[in-house]
T-cell receptor, first 113, second 114 residues
Framework: AQSVTQPDIHITVSEGASLELRCNYSYGATPYLFWYVQSPGQGLQLLLKYFSGDTLVQGIKGFEAEFKRSQSSFNLRKPSVHWSDAAEYFCAVGAGTGNQFYFGTGTSLTVIP | SQTIHQWPATLVQPVGSPLSLECTVEGTSNPNLYWYRQAAGRGLQLLFYSVGIGQISSEVPQNLSASRPQDRQFILSSKKLLLSDSGFYLC?????????????FGNGTRLTVT
């Protein structure tokens, strides 16, 4: 069965420090992978997506993610975190003809000044 | 460009009252449409999705229903709200028939059932 796991429920980093949020997926074929960010009381905003090709994808707000097929992972990274990055982050897998999306339970990011 | 509108932004309703949340998409045709619910501090739960007018698939049995009376309009309803219906409701759309099309979300409706 398809699933997405975000092992870290909550992460705290200092402003200016690097960030890596983990995501592991279970899917039988080549997945379509996405990272979203959600600020409190808001909808989800797409940060980046991976379909095929270069396994390192760049997104908005300085984020990047790397697809590693051997590890079934799609971790999100940022070299230097800003206080405005504090939010909830969701990893998702898209499947089929576009009707099916599987979300992780999210990682809450706190940024310390 | 495509935009998605969802309203109202917040809603407080008593138990047993009806519910109607509306979502409309602009700038695209024949989108896939979705309703998700997000309970406090939890992930996303898919409630309904639609691939066309009048075509609704329900993922979770409950006292909620969805309708798609027009191509780009998606409505979430209930005849009688329960306390457990409280939560953050998100409408989303994606391009029909494309598995690599991401979901695009509205700003959500915060529903509190009292």
């Amino acid at each position: 069965a398809q699933s997405v796991t975000q092992p870290d429920i909550h992460i705290t980093v200092s402003e200016g420090a690097s960030l890596e949020l983990r995501c592991n997926y279970s899917y039988g074929a080549t997945p379509y992978l996405f990272w979203y960010v959600q600020s409190p009381g808001q909808g989800l905003q797409l940060l980046l997506k991976y379909f095929s090709g270069d396994t390192l994808v760049q997104g908005i707000k300085g984020f990047e993610a790397e697809f590693k097929r051997s590890q079934s992972s799609f971790n999100l990274r940022k070299p230097s975190v800003h206080w405005s990055d504090a939010a909830e982050y969701f990893c998702a897998v898209g499947a089929g003809t576009g009707n099916q999306f599987y979300f992780g339970t999210g990682t809450s990011l706190t940024v310390i000044p | 460009s495509q935009t998605i509108h969802q309203w109202p932004a917040t809603l407080v309703q008593p138990v047993g009252s009806p519910l109607s949340l509306e979502c409309t998409v602009e700038g695209t045709s024949n989108p896939n449409l979705y309703w998700y619910r997000q309970a406090a501090g939890r992930g996303l739960q898919l409630l309904f999705y639609s691939v066309g007018i009048g075509q609704i698939s329900s993922e979770v049995p409950q006292n909620l229903s969805a309708s798609r009376p027009q191509d780009r309009q998606f409505i979430l309803s209930s005849k009688k709200l329960l306390l457990s219906d409280s939560g953050f409701y998100l409408c989303a759309w994606s391009v029909e028939g494309r598995g690599n099309s991401p979901l695009h979300f509205g700003n959500g409706t915060r529903l509190t059932v009292t």
